[in-house]
């Protein structure tokens, strides 16, 4: 029998037609993929659908991310292979971080993870103090392993680097009695920050220029050392007598005049002076407590402190702040030493609570404050808000709940906390420490005589500056060891072998009044925490455990079963 195909139909043409629709829709996706894998070698773009944005970075991070004219590379040195999954997830935030800013800077930056206990044993020591004097100090974390839990340190910090030079920033920072996922919380949310901080130091070292006011008494304590020591490299510092200046003009060249623990009064054309570079858009820091004391005389029957007069209180009232005539003691306190007697030959000091060093925790959230750690006060004095119209207030630090205000004259004597402080005598809450103000200032010579001195000179009647209000004399100023009788970098105690946040507070000061707008905005980012139900997870464990397992293998049984049931109906259609 002979079977041949009717002369009508075209075999080869149907199978090239149908060919052609299989390949037809395969062509168009793999033309697709080149064309948009073409268009992202040219065109550069990221879309970040995170509510928080977490992935988008600042304008002054993008513009600072321009202006990159050399390849960097970033050395992440938080590692380990048994870290717990809060710093795995510090660890992998840092690194998505720096690939954002390679995304978008001008030249490339790498990353790389590098261990610093991995150095040879003759030059780790001085390795570790180098990360030291970037503010990267080692921290023991306990993990878990198979032997039980077992001290691991790390080193939760980056290095940036280029060719030449080389820089760094701690990353782990979160304020004082913060829960663990706050600290990587407040972390995460900083590392924009810190990560362009350090490329702009390491791009920029120098910025500005800051004055030191001297002249009444000012930086007696440590001859500005601290301040020296915690802006040295990044802003220029100079000791300015206001006697020597002539004019205002001699004052506007510094983006910052600092005013630090005058314990004699600045006259009217001092006043004048000062009051004008604000007026012409300055930034004036003023700390000076309300008391004057000779803490020589503590040992004996006690130190009388008395009201302090420097003549800053008329300009600081203009301005809508006033530094009061008292002390604060706060049962957050740190000690002080004295003498316990003698070990052989040698004089023995001891630690003495003292309230009146205290540390300060409790943040406003602003980009100057937010996420700091704690902040060590030594014989502060409270700060009052007055009437200033068009000032705005905002208060960037607080003392503990349980505070108390002394008025003076008062007697400060070691036997009195010879025993435990009664806590029920401290019973204020949050007392303001620092006060920003900032806005249009009326001048303390509106409707005034101006000084003789400048009686033909033009005066500003208002001015938009900024005014930085301090109630501690010592904020800035260093400790001396007692054992050489040397200042201490800014915010180490020797008593209590810790370091406090003072230095980072001034950074954050400087750079916020230098620069507003710049990166320091970037500290106003935050993330969202998120926590699970930890009540409703042990309840609902199982059915969802029973979800994640089993809806996904029933998916795709019944997916295969409906590919089937369709093939088996459309072959049966054809016989």
């Known amino acids: 029998m002979d079977f041949s195909w009717g002369s009508g139909f075209d075999f080869e043409g149907k199978m090239k037609q149908r060919m052609s629709h299989r390949l037809l829709p395969l062509g168009i996706l793999g033309l697709g993929i080149l064309l948009f894998f073409g268009l992202g070698q040219v065109l550069r ?26 390849p960097l590379h970033v050395d992440i040195l938080l590692t380990g292979e048994e870290l717990p999954g809060g710093m795995r997830r ?5 690194e998505e971080t720096v690939r954002t800013f390679n995304a978008y800077s001008a030249e490339n930056i790498t990353v790389s993870y590098f261990d610093p206990m ?77 990560l362009a901080q350090a490329i702009q130091k390491l791009l920029y070292p120098q910025k500005s220029a800051l004055a030191m006011i001297i002249g009444h008494g000012e930086l007696a304590e440590d001859d500005g050392f601290g301040m020296v020591e915690a802006l040295d490299g990044r802003y220029e510092l100079f000791k300015v007598p206001l006697e020597q200046a002539k004019k205002v003009e001699d004052l506007s060249s510094f983006a910052a005049v600092f005013i630090l623990g005058p314990d004699s009064a600045y006259s009217d054309r001092e006043l004048f002076l000062l009051d004008q570079y604000v007026m012409g858009g300055g930034n004036l820091v003023v700390a000076a407590e309300g008391a004057n004391l000779d803490l020589s005389q503590l040992a004996g029957e006690g130190a009388l402190a008395l009201p302090q007069e420097n003549g800053l209180d008329r300009l600081l009232f203009r301005y809508g702040v006033r530094v009061s005539k008292d002390l604060i003691q706060d049962l957050n306190f740190g000690v002080i030493p004295v003498m316990g007697g003698n070990f052989g030959n040698q004089e023995q000091l001891v630690p003495m609570p003292w309230p009146y060093h205290f540390h300060a925790g409790r943040m406003y959230p602003h980009p100057i404050t937010k996420g700091l750690d704690q902040v060590n006060f030594r014989f502060a004095s409270s700060l009052d808000t007055v009437k200033a119209d068009g000032v705005k207030k905002t208060p960037l630090l607080f003392s503990s709940e349980r505070s108390r205000i002394l008025p003076l004259p008062h007697l400060i004597s070691l036997e009195a906390f010879q025993e435990p402080p009664l806590e029920s005598e401290f019973g204020i809450k949050y007392l303001p420490l620092a006060y920003l103000l900032e806005g249009e200032f009326t001048s303390l010579f509106k409707n005034r005589f101006v000084p003789a001195e400048f009686s033909g000179s033009s005066v500003k009647n208002s001015g938009n500056g900024k005014v930085i209000v301090l109630g501690d004399a010592s904020l800035f100023q260093s400790q001396i060891n007692p054992a050489d009788q ?53 309840e609902e464990k199982q059915f969802w455990q029973l979800i994640n397992v089993g809806a996904p293998v029933l ?7 409906v590919i089937g049931l369709l093939r088996v109906k459309r072959f049966s259609r054809r016989a």
Request: aromatic share 8%.
């Open 486 to 538: 040397e200042p201490l970098p800014l915010g180490e105690d020797p008593m209590e072998q810790t370091t406090f946040a003072n230095k980072q507070f001034l950074e954050n000061i400087v750079q916020y009044l230098t620069d507003p707008e710049g990166i320091i905005a970037t500290r106003t980012k935050v993330l969202q925490i998120r926590p699970l139900d930890k009540v409703k997870v042990a």
């Open 118 to 194: 991995e150095v040879t044993d003759s030059l780790k020591e001085e390795f570790i103090y180098t990360l030291a004097d970037y503010g990267i100090r080692p921290t023991n974390l306990f993990v878990n392993q198979a032997t039980g839990q077992q001290a691991q340190l790390i080193f939760p910090g980056i290095l940036v680097s280029d060719d030449t030079y080389e820089t760094g920033a701690l990353v782990l920072k979160g304020e004082r009695g913060m829960s663990a996922e706050q600290t990587l919380n407040a972390s995460i949310e900083n590392l924009e920050f810190e």
């Open 90 to 94: 510090l660890q992998k935030s840092i």
């Open 555 to 561: 998916f795709l049984v019944l997916m295969g079963g």
């Open 45 to 70: 773009f990221r879309i970040d659908l995170t509510e928080e944005k977490r992935y988008s970075l600042h304008p002054s991070t993008l513009q600072l991310l321009e202006g990159i004219d050399r």
